[in-house]
């Protein structure tokens, strides 16, 4: 059993933008498979680039606030209570166009 309380995580940068903070609740190998399982909140203008991950596939939970995702070329604008998956190799950004914060949960399951 592991119990995580939120507000005991420390913040840490995201990957692709260190100004992007998360909190992580569970590792890579916490649990097989799951290389994480975090929240994040970007603030307004905050952007993540295109990328892509070969052998990990993500899943976004919008909790609070507006998010604007970009899958393989299509543009999405999710809202709170959308969830999105994409696959390993999917070309993705996200961004925050919007005058609000916009938080989410995701996790990472290796699919390689």
């Given amino acids: 059993m592991k119990l995580v309380l939120q507000e005991d995580l420390p913040l840490q940068e995201v990957s692709h933008d260190p100004d992007i903070k ?27 680039e295109t990328h892509k991950h070969d052998t990990m596939t993500e899943v976004f939970y919008i909790q609070k606030g507006m998010a604007e995702f970009t899958v393989e070329g299509k543009k999405y604008i999710l809202k709170q209570g959308h969830c999105i998956t994409i696959e390993a190799g999917e070309y993705h950004s996200q961004k925050n166009p919007f005058d609000a914060d916009v938080t989410w949960l995701y996790f990472g399951v290796d699919v390689g």
């Fill in 22 to 48: 998360k909190k992580v609740f569970l590792n890579k190998g916490d649990i097989p498979h799951l290389m994480m399982f975090s929240t994040a909140t970007f603030t307004p203008g905050q952007s993540v």
